[in-house]
């Protein structure tokens, strides 16, 4: 579709996924890399490909001179040559002057302070009194990192107390250091961003990463924050990477703190182990809207295409090739579960040997799927996650809790994810505009609100939401709540709240339960048993009713 | 993950994604097909393919001496070949047997009839005569076929009158033939099944196909069509799959009548272009489930992981690479598009060069997003699809409908599709409970329900289905609707119904299209633009009473 060929620095998974999404294009792509058998070179017969690696300036010459647009699935290249190459107008995605500044992670850094993007405090240390310094400005723990050459948490120590300053400085002596305030995090999230060469900038959705001893583990999408929080820390993302010139993707790493703020961790030049699900979970995927960005076609849409889907890293553990297979084997058993192999030939620890991207309905789904999964990489070892609330449930005062924490009880038996507070109208007005304006950005699908008299919750918070707000009016001690019942069930034309019987919350929590159902198949069906478990209920008594006599019952 | 090498005979599409799915197992294949850069060669450069014809007896014994498995990517292959290497113990998925008897489009049908399978009534015409008298058996229009070689409407003539029996035979002259009585169907389905060697069967959703100068065009899925029937449709595929003995992946299609039952119109032993949707449709596609039977592994689920789908195919309208580039140009900027191009050197009028597949959060969003992508194929040409309803307005009595006239109006207004109808729980208790029991499973997300007086339907229909049941209390001649009200909305613990103001059915469309933007991110955003636009409705008689004055308002 386009005629410009692309020439890859780097054949191996990454080059690989940017291969099979530029084959569907009609994209022409030559690799560099040294194995003949690179995992990009595997799927590619139609180029004749270049064996050397990437950081060699004659290899990057000789590839440069066979295509149109130069790209890396590595940031470690040899960007001198880039520059170089550019200079004498060749195309190179992302630009060397990005990709320089993004090897170097200190100058990474000062270039995001310069452009106003949250960072932890860092200080320059070359010298071991400059490491101890650090410590006394950031206080224990710190971490002291190297400036270039680092990834998969390689590069990185962290300073306990000045004692382990030396044995810091003895790992790291390879390269150049600096230090870091420690970060409070309370979450890894992640952000792919694609950058077309004309700046537009479109971001895929925040994710939440688990890493195992510093590699990527799990990939959790969406993240199981706050809408709110996560809107954050996409803008965090966006702003950085408008700063950089050139096009492509990148992958932004951050941390959220316990009040929600956000701070830059790092940035890759290139698609990411943090963007693999966008192929099963996302209209476009990081690797073709990567093609697409360096050669200034349209970028894609960066929407899930799905409800929800976690990501897990296969990785080798031992030489044992079918070791590795085990979790994969596992997997073809799993719904929803797609299998990634990179075709490499030869398995050791810590290698990346694949990933497996489980898709679901729902995010209490996915999380059940992966069970097996996870449990065939680490077997006994539970992580469970905690799922952002589905269902609001709120009242307007405390003493409405015993008629609430029933229909609270249904959703639990369901396993639906909720959150349970007090709002009042009248005693917490702006709590409650908060509340019901912020509801639909921070993940939740339906509103139960309970009140009681005058009874305005229901109908002011669904005044100030589009999802549905389902009331549950509240016997007061007088009227027999038929005060609370038409106060909820009267709004006027325009906007609606589901009213259910009074004091019966346990049909909220249904309703709340049917509406998911409508959407999610697997809630349906609990639902359908649920109906036919109380059918079977009401059956067994007209049986007792029939053994013993009505006069006996 | 699989040790065994697998063959396929062909080297086209069908093989090319059959390859893209294998290289994600690690899976080797080797292709036999003529051309050196055939698409399905083009992705994979670790095997050493094979140059020759898939008739060619000797390649295919070259092909069979270097793999395990055997299969298939069409189904016009030297049988016979496939058979004798059967006898000597090479492993053929689907198995010879199968593939000679699909060959033969009359052997195929005697076959289903003897199985049990629904089909057109056929008898063979090999002389002039035998012709005559399928048009007095079967009247006219009826179908003349070639018995074999028929792909894409070739090979198939419709007979309208006796006076075209000699031009029919003389343009099938090249196989021979057999009649087919006229099946006066109102829509075409098919469906995906995959079969493993140990029998089991899998079968993906039903889709509508739409069909131009018989190549397939359209292919839609879910189908817009009633899920009753669908399910009938999928049942009659299974059977039929059932009764092919080895493995593999079919393609099956069928008609759907005006009274709703199925015929089944054929079947293909192998991937097939109403599946291509599966790839980014599914939890997984039909080439990866395709590979996966072949080789005795455990199946994926076939069940859709988005809403809604719709596949376009791309066929060369001339020799210009460039004209069948155009609706992918198009597509690129269509979010929830994915362009499949099949590396195809030559374009020409009619070939097969690419799909492109629309996903979307609704069937509603999905044509919208489709039709730039049509008008770049046929400029002008609209195809309006009839969508399946998702919500169901029912009513006691046609006296209701002045009241809920004017919330359908509103679901009209935001085009959202529906079903009006009258369901008297008193007077006609059977269709209710129809109605209620199938309402699910027809496509429905929500039900509206609105009755007076006892107002017993909307509690009823909420007992019998577990979707979210909607109330509207009708006023009557007495007790201002009260008594309505109180008897939609007091219902039981168990069975909630959402219920709203006394005849306010537009409370009622606004709560049903609530509980549809809750996962329909489209439709909220169309909630939050009525809001505000009420909003301002309500801003203007503000202004309007500043300026004019209370008194002359």
């Known amino acids: ?62 590839l440069a001179s066979q295509v149109d647009v130069l790209t890396v699935e590595i940031e470690h290249v040899n960007a001198d040559v880039l520059a170089e190459l550019e200079q004498k107008g060749h195309k190179v995605h992302p630009s060397s002057q990005t990709i320089k500044t993004i090897q170097d992670k200190f100058v990474q850094k000062e270039h995001l302070v310069s452009h106003g993007v949250p960072v932890a405090d860092f200080m320059e240390t070359l010298t071991q009194d400059a490491v101890a310094e650090a410590g006394r400005k950031f206080g224990y723990p710190f971490m002291l990192k190297s400036k270039t050459m680092a990834y998969d948490g390689k590069g990185n120590f962290v300073v306990k107390t000045a004692s382990d300053i030396e044995p810091a400085m003895a790992a790291l002596s390879k390269t150049p250091l600096y230090a870091e305030k420690w970060a409070p ?4 999230l992640a952000v792919m961003v694609v950058r077309r ?26 993240a199981q924050v706050d809408g709110t929080v996560l809107a954050r820390a ?96 596992e997997a073809l058993l799993v719904d929803g579960a797609t299998i990634h192999l990179y075709g490499k030939k030869g398995c050791r620890a810590g290698r990346k040997m694949g990933h497996i991207t489980v898709v679901g309905e729902s995010m209490m789904q996915v999380q059940q799927r992966l069970k097996p999964i996870l449990n065939a990489i680490e077997p006994g070892v539970d992580r469970p996650l905690s799922l952002r609330p589905m269902v609001g449930i709120i009242m307007g005062s405390d003493s409405d809790l015993p008629v609430m924490k029933v229909g609270a009880q249904i959703l639990r038996d369901f396993g639906i994810p909720f959150e349970l507070s007090i709002v009042s109208a009248h005693r917490t007005p702006l709590r409650m505009v908060e509340y019901a304006k912020s509801a639909a950005e921070r993940g939740l699908k339906a509103i139960i609100a309970g009140a009681g008299g005058a009874a305005h919750l229901p109908g002011m918070v669904a005044a100030m939401t589009p999802l549905p707000v389902i009331g549950v009016p509240v016997k007061g001690s007088s009227l027999d709540g038929v005060d609370s019942l038409h106060s909820i069930v009267q709004m006027p034309r325009g906007v609606p709240v589901a009213t259910v019987a009074i004091n019966n919350s346990t049909n909220a929590a249904l309703l709340a339960i049917r509406m998911l159902g409508a959407f999610i198949p697997g809630v349906l069906k609990q639902m359908d048993e649920y109906m036919v478990k109380m059918e079977g209920e009401v059956m067994r008594k007209v049986d007792k009713l029939e053994q013993v006599g009505w006069d006996n019952y």
Do not use: W
Request: hydrophobic share 40%; proline share 5%; net charge negative.
């Open 197 to 222: 060469a004309n700046g537009e900038v479109r971001s895929y959705p925040v994710v939440e990463t688990i890493h195992k001893n510093s590699i990527c583990h799990l990939v959790i999408c969406p």
């Open 1 to 62: 579709m386009n005629s410009q060929k692309v020439g890859i620095l780097g054949g191996g998974q990454l080059g690989r996924m940017m291969v099979e999404a530029a084959s569907r294009l009609n994209l022409q792509v030559v690799i560099l890399d040294a194995p003949e058998d690179a995992p990009a070179k595997q799927i590619e017969s139609t180029q004749a490909h270049i064996g050397g690696t990437f950081n060699d300036a004659d290899k990057i010459r000789e």
């Open 234 to 329: 996409q803008q965090v993302a966006e702003n950085a990477i408008k700063s950089f010139p050139g096009a492509g993707v990148f992958g932004v790493e951050m941390f959220v703190l316990a009040d929600g703020s956000i701070l830059l961790n790092e940035i890759a030049p290139r698609p990411h182990n943090s963007g693999h699900y966008t192929i099963e979970a996302c209209e476009t995927s990081q690797y073709e809207n990567h093609m697409r960005a360096i050669l200034d076609m349209p970028l894609g849409s960066t929407d899930m295409k799905v409800p929800a889907s976690i990501m897990v890293n296969i990785l080798g553990s031992s030489d044992s090739m079918e070791e590795c297979y085990r979790p994969c084997k």
């Open 185 to 188: 995090f309370t979450k890894e």
